[in-house]
Nanobody
Framework: QVQLVESGGGLVPPGGSLRLSCAAS????????MGWYRQTPGKQRDLVAT???????NYANSVKGRFTISRDHAKNTVYLQMNSLNADDTAVYYC?????????WGQGTQVTVSS
């Protein structure tokens, strides 16, 4: 069984920073593309950032220059460093692991940007 467990969400004021973590366990290897997505009520789940086994990254335009995705293969963990947060970043953030047609999701962690 593959499990993805997110942590690090919370309440942060505008302009603040948060670091999300996603620990993967089970039959998951470094070949998986790891990513972060986010979703607000009534809207679809949108891509935030992805990272391949070789460290190639892809970001949504709205977070470029503010968010950084990274992964630690030894720890089977992917991170999302979020800086200069604003109200539009408020959402539930989900970790994803994908290998061709196989896709796993975490349970999500709430990020709220508010003063």
């Amino acid at each position: 069984q593959v499990q993805l467990v997110e942590s690090g969400g919370g309440l942060v004021p505008p302009g603040g920073s948060l670091r999300l973590s996603c620990a993967a366990s089970g039959s998951i290897g470094s070949a998986y593309v790891m990513g972060w997505y986010r979703q607000t009520p009534g809207k679809q789940r949108d891509l935030v950032a992805t990272i391949t086994r070789n460290g190639n990254t892809n970001y949504a335009n709205s977070v470029k220059g503010r968010f950084t995705i990274s992964r630690d293969h030894a720890k089977n963990t992917v991170y999302l460093q979020m800086n200069s947060l604003n109200a539009d970043d408020t959402a539930v953030y989900y970790c994803n692991a994908r290998l061709t047609s196989i896709s796993y999701w975490g349970q999500g962690t709430q990020v709220t940007v508010s003063s």
